[in-house]
């Protein structure tokens, strides 16, 4: 209706304004008599409270977007999942994986997501509410004897990390060559225990607090 009829919008505002004015001239008016009265009844009149503080702050979650050749330039772009909100949100980082074995191409480059994830915001990000979870030091290692060829073996067992942690973890390595298998990320601990894969789902990206990751345990080879 808007689109379609703009002159009308223009006419049906004018109306409006020119009803306001008339409204406020007469309350102009009122006021004093009013005043007027309550004196005559021995009521002192007040002023009534306008200023009602500053407007609620937002919570945007959001950043500038980055530029994408400078970073590119500093390394391989690369994406992790930080808190906002209480919910899981994507931020670009640039990462530098060291040279090495191909075979180990996996664990270095999960180690190098583990560290960003582990690295406190930046001020920009901190501005804009992000936080995390993971705990500093965390380090990943490949598969024991027995597992799974896409194992991540965490320096901490998974069941032993808060659950924003594992799900900013699970998500991160999902979203990377970390997951060999589709979105499935197949982790375990430092020890022995039969590694398990996670998924990162929808309802994990909006509740990690509440929401546990779907998981099934592995088999291994």
Same mark, same amino acid.
């Given at each position: ?81 930080? %808190?906002? *909100?209480?919910? =899981? /949100?994507?931020?670009?980082? $640039?990462?530098?994986?060291? !040279?090495?074995? +191909? &075979? ?56 032993? %990390?808060? *659950?924003?942690? =594992? /799900?900013?973890?699970?998500? $991160?390595?999902?979203?990377? !060559?970390?997951? +060999? &298998? ?40």
């Amino acid at each position: 209706m808007f689109g379609r009829h703009a002159w009308g919008v223009r006419r049906t505002r004018a109306a409006s304004a020119r009803g306001r004015r008339t409204r406020a001239a007469r309350l102009v008016l009122a006021v004093p008599l009013l005043a007027v009265a309550l004196a005559g009844c021995g009521i002192r009149a007040t002023e009534v409270p306008t200023d009602f503080g500053p407007a609620p702050s937002r919570v945007p979650c959001t950043l500038t977007a980055p530029d994408i050749g400078t970073q590119s330039s500093r390394g391989i772009l690369v994406q992790v999942f930080l %808190l906002c *909100s209480s919910q =899981l /949100a994507p931020v670009d980082r $640039t990462v530098r994986i060291g !040279a090495g074995p +191909a &075979d180990t191409d996996r664990v270095r480059g999960a180690q190098a997501l583990l560290d960003e994830l582990s690295e406190p915001p930046s001020d920009a990000e901190q501005q804009a509410n992000y936080t995390t979870s993971v705990p500093d030091g965390l380090t990943v290692n490949g598969p024991n004897r027995g597992d799974p060829d896409d194992t991540l073996r965490l320096s901490t067992r998974p069941t032993d %990390l808060s *659950s924003y942690a =594992l /799900a900013q973890i699970i998500c $991160t390595f999902s979203d990377s !060559a970390a997951a +060999a &298998d589709g979105a499935m990320v197949t982790l375990g601990g430092p020890g022995t225990d039969t590694p398990r894969r996670y998924e990162c789902t929808e309802a994990v990206r909006s509740r990690p607090g509440t929401e546990t990751p779907p998981q099934t345990e592995t088999e291994g080879t």
